[in-house]
């Protein structure tokens, strides 16, 4: 199932947690898997803390600090530290299904990461029943 996303800041993490629970609810499934997949070379996905959003604030900081906008790049669309950052990130998650619900931990929620927007995107979730 594709979802689309217009990303608002340059860098940002999305909180995608509640769209991906919804595909799992209409799909039916009481268990199995939920594959979240981004299909983008300068934004990407990744699973971490939603309770505090001063963890999205650190991590954008130092990825920003590792991997500056500005550096001794070579690609001529100026964006490598997004390609990098993406990279790192990953293109796609896995999250187990049970008793039709996510299992996810106490305080961790799905992430959208865009690092070269702002744009349209999209991401998939496939349920693949277990």
């Known amino acids: 199932m594709r979802h689309r996303i217009q990303t608002t800041k340059t860098q940002q993490f999305i909180d995608i947690t509640d769209q991906v629970a919804a595909a799992v609810r209409n799909s039916e499934v009481r268990?199995?898997?939920?594959?979240?997949?981004?299909?983008?070379?300068?934004?990407?996905?990744?699973?971490?803390?939603?309770?505090?959003?001063?963890?999205?604030?650190?991590?954008?900081?130092?990825?920003?600090?590792?991997?500056p906008v500005r550096g001794e790049y070579l690609h001529s669309e100026g964006n490598s530290h997004a390609h990098i950052k993406?990279?790192?990130?990953?293109?796609?998650?896995?999250?187990?299904?049970?008793?039709?619900?996510?299992?996810?931990?106490?305080?961790?929620?799905?992430?959208?990461?865009?690092?070269?927007?702002p744009r349209n995107r999209e991401y998939y979730v496939k349920i693949i029943r277990g």
Request: proline share 3%; hydrophobic share 40%.
């Open 31 to 67: 268990d199995g898997i939920a594959v979240i997949y981004v299909p983008h070379t300068t934004a990407g996905v990744t699973i971490n803390e939603n309770a505090d959003p001063d963890v999205v604030r650190d991590m954008l900081f130092a990825l920003d600090k590792t991997y």
């Open 86 to 117: 993406a990279s790192l990130m990953g293109s796609s998650c896995t999250v187990i299904i049970e008793e039709g619900s996510l299992l996810l931990g106490t305080w961790q929620g799905i992430y959208f990461c865009e690092f070269d927007g």
